[in-house]
């Protein structure tokens, strides 16, 4: 458990930016039909990609699809197809040219200074349902037949989508990997959803701090003055 976490209460702002959905865990989740994923010849959708294209990865390099596996799910207006409803994400919200939806389970490789003051190492995988607040990000319910497309490769990776969003693609792993592999050799940390909430809600707070200063700072006159805070 992360110690900014472990070792105080849920923010003051949490009730404010409280979800009336549940948190999911990072899954497998694949990528919505229209996706843009950067490849060895340049931004392609990622229903267009074939298995052995190659992906720009962000560890290492340009690796080749190792499996391909399309999925409809079929959203109606039940409480349980709600909560999987995808995920809106405005555009530059999380550095990505153009609005995007990505389903609630995907992963997001945040980098973030809370993450590096607790863990040592600034980059850490959330779901995407738990970005919900920051920035605009919101769940869009809606029904909706979404088409998916699971990329797997060799070993897990993150890939760039959408210019600048880093998306955590899991490995088909079977049991033996994990009764083999100690946490820390794993590459990518994976935040639980509770860390992962409360990480957001962390971020989503200092971002109103610095907004709140910057507009305090102008002195109403549309230019910044320094500012010290309490």
Not at 164 to 183: F, K, Q, R, S
Not at 197 to 220: C, H, K, N, P, Y
Request: glycine share 8%.
């Amino acid at each position: 458990m992360l110690d900014w976490f472990a070792k105080r209460n849920a923010s003051p702002m949490a009730e404010a930016f409280t979800t009336e959905f549940p948190m999911v865990a990072t899954g497998q989740a694949g990528f919505l039909s229209g996706t843009m994923v950067a490849t060895a010849t340049g931004w392609r959708p990622v229903e267009a990609l074939s298995i052995g294209d190659e992906v720009l990865t962000f560890d290492h390099g340009m690796r080749p699809i190792k499996s391909i596996t399309r999925r409809t799910l079929v959203l109606g207006d039940t409480a349980c197809a709600q909560e999987m409803a995808p995920i809106y994400i405005p555009r530059d919200a999380l550095g990505n040219r153009n609005p995007m939806w990505v389903k609630p389970e995907q992963g997001i490789l945040l980098e973030h200074d809370l993450l590096e003051d607790s863990l040592g190492d600034p980059f850490a995988v959330v779901p995407a349902c738990a970005l919900e607040g920051y920035r605009g990000i919101a769940r869009a319910p809606q029904q909706v037949t979404m088409q998916t497309v699971v990329l797997t490769f060799d070993e897990d990776e993150v890939l760039y989508i959408e210019a600048g969003v880093l998306a955590y693609c899991p490995a088909d792993h079977d049991l033996m990997h994990y009764c083999v592999t100690a946490a820390s050799e794993e590459l990518y940390t994976i935040l639980s959803a509770a860390e992962a909430r409360e990480l957001v809600i962390d971020m989503i707070t200092e971002d109103s701090f610095w907004t709140q200063g910057a507009v305090a700072g102008s002195g109403g006159t549309g230019e910044p003055q320094y500012t010290t805070f309490a």
